[in-house]
């Protein structure tokens, strides 16, 4: 059983940047695809990122359009997305998820563990 917690949420303007963490235990972190997800009040919940066990091979979400990066750190059991260039609509609580599909995978049904996320809002 794997627990995921994140941390770096918060409040931040329209053009400013933060990092989410995301700490994992209870499992070997290495063997995991890892991902950032993210929802809104009524709408789905999307993938912002993904990589692989190594952390070799990423992919974002469209609308990411080279604002944010997805990295690990193995060796810490951890997962990051820095997010730079903030909009009012990233605004949504973001959760780490996990995943033992060794392909890259933005397939929400594809994850196993959740962590219970962290709320990011972004004022205009």
């Known amino acids: 059983q794997v627990q995921l917690v994140e941390s770096g949420g918060g409040l931040v303007q329209a053009g400013g940047s933060l990092r989410l963490t995301c700490v994992a235990s209870g499992g070997t972190f290495r063997e995991y695809g890892m991902a950032w997800f993210r929802q809104t009040p009524g709408k789905e919940r999307e993938c912002v990122a993904a990589l692989t066990g190594s952390g070799l091979r990423t992919n974002y979400g469209n609308f990411v359009e080279g604002r944010f990066t997805i990295s690990r750190d193995n060796a810490e059991n951890t997962v990051y997305l820095q997010m730079n260039e903030l909009k009012p609509e990233d605004t949504a609580v973001y959760y780490c998820?996990?995943?033992?599909?060794?392909?890259?995978?933005?397939?929400?049904?594809?994850?196993?563990?959740w962590g219970q996320g962290t709320q990011v809002t972004v004022s205009s």
């Open positions: 998820a996990a995943t033992k599909i060794r392909v890259i995978t933005r397939v929400l049904a594809l994850y196993d563990y």
